[in-house]
């Protein structure tokens, strides 16, 4: 069986070399002009009436409009939003690498778009291999209807660090926050291989972000979640100390090459009570490590990866009660559900007496 890296490697390879010709920065909106950045009229998130928000991730669909199977993908997503009826989506990098990368984010977003639920995007390491640039990217996609995706500030590393506020159903107090960030794509260090890293910057705009926030809400930090593509390496920490997890591991965790301290920051500021990322096919699992959730979506892909194995979505749900806890599960397609879990509690190795 090919290696996780070797088959990325030679996808990879082979996508930017059909799509180099086609393709270029200059012509992925030629047929419309740019798009500029601007208030988006989606309605704002809030709470239903009964207290929930549920949130379905899809991660990794390496999406290819030159392959009929890449529909099954669609299908999947379009299977999971029927079922689900979830008040966000987000799609956790990865998504489309494909020879016409227009068409694919169009494919790829409808079923969020036509069932009129709002989405989030990051990107991840193969986005902008085919010679299209994040920015580029994002331009296509931030103002289509129902989206609640952002560029983030210009100044700081990454395209799409933003925040999402979920509010109260009868008013817009700010109840629940989600930091959608980019975790960037591959080293730019030369003699470190592998993958990137959130950097400096980008911890320091988290810190600001959650700093104030939580003065606003009078000194006490709000619930949170954080998503993005590649796993801190804390989560290769977590495995090596043997922390109780629910679901699959069947590879090793690919994190960046670097621990710049995001994990850290989290810690320090208190308000993200988990992080889920895509990026290792193969896992699905979720683990607490020192008082932070750390979790994988489900694979939402085919067979344009080294996946052989049912491809579904993360599903979770949270709630305005104030407490630090959330629900969690994987749905795979046909609507099997697996690994249900009641975050913290489920993940607290409980002593024997």
Same mark, same amino acid.
């Given at each position: 069986?090919?290696?996780?890296?070797?088959?990325?490697?030679?996808?990879? %390879?082979?996508?930017?070399?059909?799509?180099?010709?086609?393709?270029?920065?200059?012509?992925? /909106?030629? +047929?419309?002009?740019?798009?500029?950045?601007?208030?988006?009229?989606?309605?704002?998130?809030?709470?239903?009436?009964?207290? &929930?928000?549920?949130?379905?991730?899809? &991660?990794?669909?390496?999406?290819? &409009?030159?392959?009929?199977?890449?529909?099954?993908?669609?299908?999947? %997503?379009?299977?999971?939003?029927?079922?689900?009826?979830?008040?966000?989506?987000? @799609?956790?990098?990865? %998504?489309?690498?494909?020879?016409?990368?227009?068409? #694919?984010?169009?494919?790829?977003?409808?079923?969020?778009?036509?069932?009129?639920?709002?989405?989030?995007?990051?990107?991840?390491?193969?986005?902008?291999?085919?010679?299209?640039?994040?920015? *580029?990217?994002?331009?296509?996609?931030?103002?289509?209807?129902?989206?609640?995706?952002?560029? #983030?500030? *210009?100044?700081? =590393?990454?395209?799409? /660090?933003?925040?999402?506020?979920?509010?109260?159903?009868?008013?817009?107090?700010?109840?629940?926050?989600?930091?959608?960030?980019?975790?960037?794509? @591959?080293?730019?260090?030369?003699?470190?291989?592998? @993958?990137?890293?959130?950097?400096? /910057?980008?911890?320091?705009? !988290?810190?600001?972000?959650?700093?104030?926030?939580?003065?606003?809400?009078?000194? =006490?930090?709000?619930?949170?979640?954080?998503?993005?593509?590649?796993?801190?390496? +804390?989560?290769?920490?977590?495995?090596?100390?043997?922390?109780?997890?629910?679901?699959?591991?069947? +590879? /090793?965790?690919?994190?960046?090459?670097?621990?710049?301290?995001?994990?850290?920051?989290?810690? $320090?500021?208190?308000?993200?009570?988990?992080?889920?990322?895509?990026?290792?096919?193969?896992?699905?699992?979720?683990?607490?490590?020192?008082?932070?959730?750390?979790? !994988?979506?489900?694979?939402?892909? &085919?067979?344009?990866?080294?996946?052989?194995?049912?491809?579904?979505?993360?599903?979770?749900?949270?709630?305005?009660? #104030?407490?630090?806890?959330? =629900?969690?599960?994987?749905?795979?397609?046909?609507? $099997? =559900?697996?690994?249900?879990?009641?975050?913290?509690?489920?993940?607290?190795?409980?002593? +024997?007496?």
């Amino acid at each position: 069986m090919m290696k996780r890296r070797d088959f990325l490697t030679t996808a990879a %390879i082979g996508t930017m070399s059909m799509t180099a010709l086609t393709h270029s920065p200059q012509n992925i /909106n030629a +047929e419309e002009p740019a798009v500029v950045p601007a208030e988006n009229k989606t309605e704002k998130l809030r709470f239903t009436e009964n207290g &929930t928000f549920k949130i379905v991730q899809f &991660t990794d669909t390496h999406y290819r &409009t030159d392959k009929e199977f890449s529909k099954e993908s669609v299908k999947l %997503i379009a299977e999971t939003l029927e079922a689900e009826k979830p008040q966000l989506a987000v @799609y956790t990098g990865d %998504i489309v690498v494909s020879v016409n990368i227009r068409q #694919g984010w169009n494919d790829i977003l409808a079923p969020c778009i036509e069932r009129q639920i709002p989405w989030a995007v990051v990107l991840g390491n193969h986005d902008d291999e085919a010679k299209v640039s994040r920015k *580029e990217i994002f331009q296509h996609i931030v103002n289509k209807p129902y989206s609640v995706t952002s560029f #983030g500030p *210009e100044n700081i =590393k990454g395209v799409g /660090n933003y925040v999402l506020e979920i509010l109260d159903p009868k008013n817009d107090g700010v109840k629940f926050l989600l930091y959608c960030l980019d975790s960037n794509a @591959y080293s730019t260090i030369k003699g470190v291989p592998t @993958y990137g890293w959130f950097e400096n /910057n980008q911890i320091a705009w !988290y810190r600001r972000q959650s700093e104030s926030y939580t003065k606003t809400n009078g000194g =006490k930090p709000l619930p949170a979640l954080a998503f993005f593509h590649i796993p801190l390496n +804390e989560y290769g920490e977590m495995i090596h100390f043997r922390a109780k997890t629910i679901g699959e591991r069947k +590879e /090793n965790e690919c994190p960046g090459a670097a621990n710049s301290g995001m994990f850290l920051a989290m810690l $320090e500021c208190g308000d993200v009570m988990g992080t889920f990322v895509g990026h290792d096919h193969l896992n699905d699992y979720l683990g607490l490590w020192k008082g932070v959730a750390l979790g !994988y979506g489900r694979f939402s892909g &085919t067979k344009t990866t080294y996946v052989k194995e049912p491809h579904g979505a993360r599903i979770l749900e949270i709630s305005n009660s #104030g407490e630090r806890s959330f =629900k969690t599960w994987i749905r795979l397609r046909g609507g $099997e =559900k697996l690994f249900n879990a009641v975050v913290p509690q489920d993940l607290i190795e409980k002593k +024997e007496k």
